[in-house]
């Protein structure tokens, strides 16, 4: 363990299963003081901070829609409350696909939702958080490389909210930066989670797996290692990035 998160704060979104999982358990072992952030699953949300707490790690669950601006509120608030007033990180890794709809089958709530669930709760957790971050604080939110090649059949919707994300992240790192707040993304292709056991085939997992150059899905664990990188003080001069985590399938 390195001194860099020993005693820092930080929140991650969506915290309670698979990625936001690994990050949890990641930057908590690195010495944070983590938010576990979960909407509807509480039992996923103990199993973490039990993960967390078993190897000497500190953490608090805290349930809220991060689509819902009281609900962020809160989470803040919950966060001061718990672990005083700066919050040192923030990663942002709520979000999902919902489900697969062509242009034809989607309707305007069906598009709305994707872009509320993806882009909008990334602005509005930023919009809340900001204001308690000093400087040297870092922000990391979840893209996708679907956000970069436009998705797979049926995820236009998807897509067109991770791209958001990620010109937001640029944006956002131009107007934090003179505070000495950094903000990147993170755009993960075919990571081995729930998220693609719910939505993708196994056909076409294995078939992306064997055209990716390093012939394999990727995993939570090096999705948090990286996001550890970005937001301690391992990556001070990096800031509006948008980092590619694909095991070389797409090249942006």
């Known amino acids: 363990m390195t001194d860099s998160m020993k005693d820092k704060v930080a929140i991650v979104t969506g915290g309670s ?9 990641k ?5 944070a003081k983590v938010v576990v952030n979960y909407n509807s699953d509480a039992q996923q949300a103990e199993d973490t901070l039990k993960a967390i707490q078993a190897t000497g790690g500190q953490a608090i ?41 062509t242009l034809q089958e989607m309707d305007e709530a069906f598009f709305e939702k994707v872009m509320k669930l993806n882009m909008t709760s990334t602005f509005l957790v930023m919009r809340a958080a900001v204001p308690f971050m000093p400087k040297g ?4 939110n979840f893209s996708s490389q ?5 998705g797979g059949p049926g995820a236009s ?17 131009k107007e934090l930066g003179p505070q000495g707040i950094r903000v990147n993304a993170l755009c993960p292709g075919m990571i081995s989670t729930t998220f693609h056991d719910t939505f993708t085939k196994d056909e076409v997992r294995r078939n992306v797996a064997a055209a990716t150059p390093l012939r394999r899905e990727g995993n939570a664990a090096e999705i948090a290692e ?15 990035a948008c ?7 797409f090249f942006s």
């Open 146 to 150: 679907a956000g970069r090649d436009g």
């Open 243 to 249: 980092i590619d985590i694909n095991g070389g399938m």
């Open 226 to 240: 990286t996001t550890w990188f970005l937001v301690s003080g391992q990556g001070e001069f990096i800031t509006g």
């Open 17 to 25: 299963r698979d990625i936001g999982r690994a990050i949890a358990e």
């Open 157 to 173: 919707a998807y897509a067109t909210s991770k791209g958001a994300v990620m010109t937001f992240t640029r944006g956002m790192a």
């Open 61 to 101: 669950a805290v349930r809220g829609d991060m689509t819902s601006s009281a609900d962020v509120d809160a989470l803040v608030a919950a966060t001061r409350e718990a672990y005083g007033d700066e919050i040192h990180a923030l990663v942002n890794v709520v979000g999902g696909l919902v489900e697969r709809r």
């Open 137 to 140: 604080a870092a922000i990391v």
């Open 27 to 31: 930057l908590a072992a690195e010495g």
